[in-house]
T-cell receptor, first 117, second 111 residues
């Protein structure tokens, strides 16, 4: 299996521009998570999906952020308009359902490093 | 808000030394996971502990879950340069699929 795939790996944009990050989870995984990592705040959960349905978006910082999962093999995280404080590494992770829910391993992608100038 | 505090934040040691890093919370977790993250990559799971007092060993790494399931430690014996990375702990709560991550300990093992 190729693992979780994210694109682009690096994105540099100017303040006010729209940014779209993409994720392909591991085939057969029912859960998909979007995280943001910064030095100051560490790894923060933004939103997660189960069977393509958003379950908890309480970590989404504000209305400028939106996420979709149109099918089991693709998800996007969009920032519109982007701001310099959005600069961070964004990770997508996926995992299987079943078993004791919090025990199952989350598999992370390599991340997208976003820089907003 | 459940918080996981990791200490130390940074640790730089020589090859062959032993070390312990800590993960503490005021909240009880049903499970505690440790991940290692290398530069330019996502975190990779090392271990999951679920029972208070549980100890798990992974080669030179020893993980312990506190009796009250509020804290955990990771001990590395005879550290090697390949152990260099960011060590993250993450707490899970029962049927909730969310994980709460600590900010991590950045370990550097110098040859």
């Amino acid at each position: 299996d190729a693992g979780v795939i994210q694109s682009p790996r690096h994105e540099v944009t100017e303040m006010g521009q729209e940014v779209t990050l993409r994720c392909k989870p591991i085939s057969g995984h029912d859960y998909l998570f979007w995280y943001r990592q910064t030095m100051m705040r560490g790894l923060e959960l933004l939103i997660y999906f189960n069977n393509n349905v958003p379950i908890d978006d309480s970590g989404m910082p504000e209305d400028r952020f939106s996420a979709k999962m149109p099918n089991a093999s693709f998800s996007t995280l969009k920032i519109q308009p982007s701001e310099p404080r959005d600069s961070a590494v964004y990770f997508c992770a996926s995992r299987r359902a079943g078993g004791l829910s919090s025990y199952n391993e989350q598999f992370f992608g390599p991340g997208t490093r976003l820089t907003v100038l | 808000t459940q918080l996981l505090e990791q200490s130390p934040q940074f640790l730089s040691i020589q090859e062959g030394e032993n070390l312990t890093v800590y993960c503490n919370s005021s909240s009880v977790f049903s499970s505690l996971q440790w991940y290692r993250q290398e530069p330019g990559e996502g975190p990779v799971l090392l271990v999951t502990v679920v029972t208070g007092g549980e100890v798990k060993k992974l080669k030179r790494l020893t993980f312990q879950f506190g009796d009250a399931r509020k804290d955990s430690s990771l001990h590395i014996t005879a550290a090697q340069p390949g152990d260099t990375g960011l060590y993250l702990c993450a707490g899970g709560q029962g049927s909730n699929y969310k994980l709460t991550f600590g900010k991590g300990t950045l370990l550097t093992v110098n040859p």
